[in-house]
């Protein structure tokens, strides 16, 4: 048998109308201007990452700590990070949106949704810009190898 | 003495094949049941007979219990679409012929509207979404010498595709955003405001723009596609939504 979805017995209404800003319209381009600049930002850091050079086999830590020590890579990878984690966020809201149907469930989950991108953004960009592969003052058995030669 | 007769006897005319072709309807009766349940009808059918005749079948010979809405019968009224085999199609324009019949054909009522009984549903919130979009002309000039307003062959070719729509409800209740909460403008509302929107003719554009961008206009739109499928006119409708869409950024059709 065809899976159905049980049919409501009463009419809806329809809730009244929000007065001020519509985020709506607002969420619907963000979600294809950051598309399109996704695409070109994760494809090139991919191809940085994987292709150029050595390719993979050129990924270790001193390569990470390398590209974060460059601000055009540290102002790449954070682009990426806000775009994707609020791209992300705003797809997952939009699923809930749809799917759960208390209020109470969109509530919570929603704000779930929202305390994961704002701890992962700012941790995320705390890292990008304060990282130090090699922080002073600290043993050097703790180091990587190439902080020596620093 | 023998009477003149044909040589050969006149050709019989061939015998139109029939088939059993089991139906399977999801009935309710709100005075007695508690939930819907499926019960299943053999009526004999030919090819190029249509659901609406085996609905018929069952109503006239086997249960006159048997509601569903029809006016027309041949898909301009709007009166009966149903969900027949999964998909929202009007049982007027569905041949038998088209359907495998080796296996029952279910027949239910669409589904996100209220259902008051058998293939019945209240269609009030449905239509209720289409009155909120101002589905009429409004004009503030009067037409010059007291005519008719003209309009170009391109200008009336620009929203002809959305004048088509009978408002038989297959694509909104066929589109899983406007399943989860009703709340959704829905396919054919938007069909009916686009149709105003792109008219050369109308000037309140604006207006309708206005109310579609909203938490429920055009927005919970995912291209699903579903409503295009639906569409016994075969209207473009997300076409049409994502045309709205365009017209909202850009402030104007």
Redesign the interface.
Known sequence: MTSTIAAPRSPYARAPRKNGVNWEKWGWIYMRVSGVVLVVLIFGHLFVNLLVGEGVSALDFAFVAGKLSNPFWQWWDVSMLWLALIHGGNGMRTLVNDYATTRVARGILKSAILVAVVVLIVLGTLVVFTFDACPAGQPADLLPTFCQAL | MSTPTLESPPAVPEEIQSFTVTLSV?RFNPEVDDE?H?ENFDVEMYATDRILDALHKIKWEQDGSLSFRRSCAHGICGSDAMRI??RNRLACKTLIKDLDITKPV?V??I?????EKDLI??M??FF??FR?VQPFLMAQNTPKDGKERIQTVAQRERFDDTTKCILCAACTSSC??F?????YFGPAAIVNAHRFIFDSRDENAAVRLDIL?????V??C?TTFNCTEACPRGIQVTQAIAEV?QA??RGKP
């Open positions: 999801r819907p499926w085999n999964g279910t239910e009522a589904k996100g509207l209220p259902l549903v209240d009030e919130p209720a979404s909120e899983p955003v399943w989860t909460d009703g709340q961008n909203d938490k429920e206009g927005w919970r995912r869409k909202i950024m």
